[in-house]
Nanobody, 128 residues
Framework: QVHLVQSGGGSVQPGGSLRLSCAASGFSLDSYAIGWFRQAPGKDREGFSAISALDGSIYYSDSVKGRFTVSIDDSKTTAYLHIGGLTPEDTAIYYC?????????????????????WGQGSQVTVTS
């Protein structure tokens, strides 16, 4: 059974940072891209980044560019999302989704949304 296992969420003070993990179980990310999404309380889920395990290409939406960093480990088993300069507006459940892809673009996020293998989500709460 293939799925993604997420970890690393929690409660953080404003200005802090954290790293979320998204580990593949039952498959390798070799030919996949990982899309990252978040859903804030009372809001729709939004996709904001994607990274290709094959060629390392990365897409960030304008809303997160500069504070969010995505990566994949050399073994192609785990993807990471690092968030810096956290604000209360970053409070959300963060999800990852894997979709077969090579070079990523904004369209990769739409494909991951529709056809991806999803993680269970990680709660991030930013509060003082």
């Amino acid at each position: 059974q293939v799925h993604l296992v997420q970890s690393g969420g929690g409660s953080v003070q404003p200005g802090g940072s954290l790293r979320l993990s998204c580990a593949a179980s039952g498959f390798s990310l070799d030919s996949y891209a990982i899309g990252w999404f978040r859903q804030a309380p009372g809001k729709d889920r939004e996709g904001f980044s994607a990274i290709s395990a094959l060629d390392g290409s990365i897409y960030y939406s304008d809303s997160v560019k500069g504070r969010f960093t995505v990566s994949i480990d050399d073994s192609k088993t785990t993807a990471y999302l690092h968030i810096g300069g956290l604000t209360p507006e970053d409070t959300a459940i963060y999800y990852c989704a894997a979709v077969d892809a090579t070079k990523v673009s904004k369209q990769t996020i739409a494909r991951a949304w529709k056809d991806g293998i999803w993680g269970q989500g990680s709660q991030v709460t930013v509060t003082s």
